[in-house]
């Protein structure tokens, strides 16, 4: 059964940070891209970060570049986000990806997977 469970999620003060988790069944894992997807009341869902099979390449929306960083380990079928310096416009409920392909480049638009979603507030 293909699934994405995400953790880690919860309230956190401005400033602060979280590390949010996405375990992976080896189906939906295995030589995948995988990333991170957000989406706030009212918006619609943007793309977060992307971590390429190899983990040789990453790639950020500029909302993250400096604060947030992505990672996985394979032997685990996880893939995590670090997230720093945490703001309110960060509230959202941050769901896991995975893509079609080994590759960041066509990650945003080729998602075979997707998460449930874990929500992420932070407050002023």
């Known amino acids: 059964q293909e699934q994405l469970v995400e953790s880690g999620g919860g309230l956190v003060q401005a400033g602060g940070s979280l590390r949010l988790s996405c375990a992976a069944s080896?189906?939906?894992?295995?030589?995948?891209?995988m990333g991170w997807f957000r989406q706030a009341p009212g918006k619609e869902r943007e793309f977060v970060a992307a971590?390429?099979?190899?983990?040789?390449?990453?790639a950020y929306a500029d909302s993250a570049k400096g604060r947030f960083s992505i990672s996985r380990d394979n032997a685990k079928n996880t893939v995590y986000l670090e997230m720093n310096s945490l703001k309110p416009e960060d509230t959202a409920v941050y769901y896991c990806?995975?893509?079609?392909?080994?590759?960041?480049?066509?990650?945003?638009?080729?998602?075979?997977?997707w998460g449930q979603g874990t929500q992420v507030t932070v407050s002023s």
């Open positions: 080896q189906r939906t894992f295995s030589g995948r891209a």
């Open positions: 971590i390429s099979w190899s983990a040789g390449n990453t």
């Open positions: 990806a995975a893509g079609k392909g080994p590759y960041t480049g066509t990650f945003r638009d080729s998602i075979a997977y």
